[in-house]
Each structure stands twice: as structure tokens, then as C-alpha cells.
């Protein structure tokens, strides 16, 4: 009897086990992971396989907009996707740890890191990254992660705080938490999701203010990402997936115990998920 189709998340076959930071999905058959030695890995819809990396520097975000990407990670590498092929982007204004990357459009993105003290912004105008310091330096403060919308709002994960990209500069967003977030994603100007340490699970309105929601045993959850308001996903430590409805978190199975880091998708029923040791995973 047929068992009829498989239900939940399934790990998929790596050709890597270096440590995946970050993945970005377009469609069912196109999907780049990122990750450390300048692990690039593509999704063709059927298998997953090198895709060329120019870099051995560790990546941690990778974005894709109309066509074309950008990857970001150590010494302030940023590499492009033009045509299928990634390439060194030729001038780098930072030599930061860059964590975070995020494109609406082949002329607006955002990426985030810090170099010494200072925290940095770098906006993409179309033709070249800008840099802006942000904030006043500090040796113990980290910017992890940045989510841009279509209107040119972005949102940071910064310590324990929501930022909100204004002008130049970032402005605080009151959150209820000491602790550490790690990612971000927004539905919306209006609507924002963050997680990070302690099990934190975060959520921004601009109409009911601030939502958190501890777990016990407090997993590290690294990585958002949703289809909707109320289609979200976060990852983190121990192979944990947790899921919230639009009413609330759940623990999702899961078909590993590796650390957790990033997670994007096309929708409800195509969600991607990459962790250490090469970890792939798809689902629900």
C-alpha cells in the first residue's frame, strides 16, 4: 500500500560539512546556501551542488533580487551573482565582519557588520556600496543580521534591540528583552519578527507594540524568515524549528540535532533550512 507523501522536514543530501550560515530561495528550483571556507552551494530543483565560490573567507548572509545576489562574511568580502556566477565585488569600502545582507531590487540593498568597535551600514545604490558608521563605538556590541523591505525600510537585529533604518542612522525600537538577538525578518514596515538567545521570540507592531516569548530549555535560535504575517519560521541550537500560526509558537520535528542557522522559502509548503556539518533541510 502506498504510504502516500512524506510529511514534515526531511534532510536533504550535502555535498559540504562545512558550517551553513545562511541560505536564499527565489523559487522551487533556484536557492543558494552560503556558509564557511566560502562554501557557495545552488539548488537546482532536483540537487544541490558548488557553484564556484572566487573566496575561501567565511560567508554568513547571502541575498537574492531580480536575477542577481550578494553574499557577505569576513574581511569585509561582499560577492556578487550576476548571470549565475558569483564574483569578488571589486572594491570592498569595509574591511568589517559583514553578518547580514539584504536586496529588494538590483539597485537597493543593505548589509550589516562591524569593524573594531564600530558598528557599519552599507547601502547599494546600484552602482557602488556606501558606508556609514552606527552608533557611538563599543567593543562589545554586535549588529547580526538586517532584513529590507520594497519601500526601503530595514529592520537590524543589534544586541537586544530592534533597529529601524532612518536616513543615515539607525533608531531603537523598544523591545522588552537584555537578551541577544540574532535574526530578523519583517512582513512588513509595521510588523517585525526577531530571535536570539535564551530561546527568544520577538515580535514588533506598530499598533500593539511589543510581543516576546521565552522557551525553556532556551534554545539559541539564530535564523527567521516567513511567507506571511502568520506563516513564520525560527531556527537555532540543536536542531530545534519553531513555527508560529498566527496566534502562537509551536516546536516543530525535526530530523537533526545540528546547529540551526538560516532559513528562507517560497512559501507555506517550500521552506529551506541550513545548518553546521553541511545540514539541509526541506519541508514542512
Do not use: C
Amino acid at each position: 500500500m502506498d504510504a502516500g507523501p512524506t510529511t514534515g522536514f526531511q534532510l536533504v543530501p550535502s555535498t559540504t560539512t562545512a558550517t551553513l550560515r545562511d541560505v536564499a530561495v527565489v523559487s522551487p528550483t533556484e536557492a543558494y546556501a552560503v556558509g564557511f571556507r566560502g562554501t557557495v552551494l545552488r539548488w537546482n530543483g532536483t540537487q544541490w551542488s558548488a557553484a564556484g565560490s572566487p573566496t575561501s573567507e567565511d560567508l554568513y548572509s547571502v541575498t537574492l533580487a531580480e536575477g542577481g545576489g550578494w553574499a557577505v562574511g569576513a574581511g569585509g568580502t561582499f560577492l556578487s551573482l550576476k548571470d549565475g556566477t558569483w564574483s569578488v565585488y571589486g572594491s570592498s569600502p569595509t574591511a568589517a565582519l559583514l553578518t547580514g545582507v539584504s536586496a529588494v531590487s538590483a539597485r537597493s540593498a543593505m548589509a550589516v557588520g562591524k569593524e573594531g568597535e564600530q558598528r557599519q551600514a552599507l547601502v547599494w545604490d546600484g552602482s557602488e556600496w556606501t558606508k556609514f558608521a552606527t552608533g557611538a563605538p563599543h567593543p562589545y556590541t554586535t549588529v547580526s543580521d538586517v532584513f529590507m523591505l520594497a519601500d526601503g525600510t530595514a529592520f537590524a537585529a543589534q544586541d537586544s534591540m530592534i533597529m529601524r533604518w532612518k536616513d543615515t542612522d539607525w533608531e531603537q525600537l523598544t523591545t522588552p528583552t537584555t537578551t541577544s538577538l540574532q535574526g530578523v525578518w519583517a512582513s512588513s514596515a509595521n510588523d517585525v519578527f526577531a530571535v536570539g538567545s535564551s530561546g527568544v521570540l520577538m515580535r514588533w507592531t506598530s499598533t500593539s507594540g511589543r510581543v516576546m516569548e521565552q522557551r525553556a530549555p532556551f534554545p539559541f535560535l539564530h535564523g527567521v524568515w516567513g511567507s506571511s504575517p502568520s506563516d513564520v519560521w525560527a531556527v537555532g541550537s540543536g536542531g530545534v524549528i519553531m513555527h508560529w500560526d498566527g496566534d502562537g509558537w509551536t516546536q516543530v520535528a525535526s530530523p537533526t540535532t545540528q546547529e540551526l542557522f538560516g532559513v528562507s522559502g517560497t512559501g507555506p509548503d517550500d521552506v529551506w533550512i541550513v545548518g553546521a556539518g553541511g545540514t539541509l533541510l526541506h519541508g514542512p
